[in-house]
């Protein structure tokens, strides 16, 4: 079982950078990829990037490609989105998330391929 806490969300103007950060409690944090997804209302939940479980492979939605940066601290559980030119597009409560797989080779887009969620955190960006 993996629990997950996310921060670091708030008010920011467009052009601005943000960084989220995911806290895992769970023993097994460590041999799964983790994933940041956003939801904005009235649309569906979306992938934004995703880091393999040791950390040595990337990947993002083509919408922030080159803006935002993830990526993890396993020794500390620790899972980070570094978010730079954010634009009203952004604005979503943003979610971590575990694979339900351990040790994966690919990165996973689909939400279902994800077992543990945490309850979010709001990004707000004002153009």
């Known amino acids: 079982q993996v629990q997950l806490v996310e921060s670091g969300g708030g008010l920011v103007q467009a052009g601005d950078s943000l960084q989220l950060s995911c806290r895992a409690d769970?023993?097994?944090?460590?041999?799964?990829?983790a994933g940041w997804f956003r939801q904005a209302p009235g649309k569906e939940r979306e992938f934004v990037a995703g880091i393999r479980w040791n950390g040595d492979a990337t990947h993002y939605a083509a919408s922030v490609w080159g803006r935002f940066t993830i990526s993890r601290d396993n020794a500390r559980n620790e899972v980070y989105l570094k978010m730079n030119n954010l634009n009203s597009d952004d604005t979503a409560m943003y979610y971590c998330a575990a694979d339900k797989r351990a040790f994966r080779a690919v990165i996973m887009e689909n939400t279902s391929e994800y077992a543990y969620w945490g309850r979010g955190t709001q990004v707000t960006v004002s153009s």
């Open positions: 769970g023993r097994t944090f460590g041999s799964i990829a």
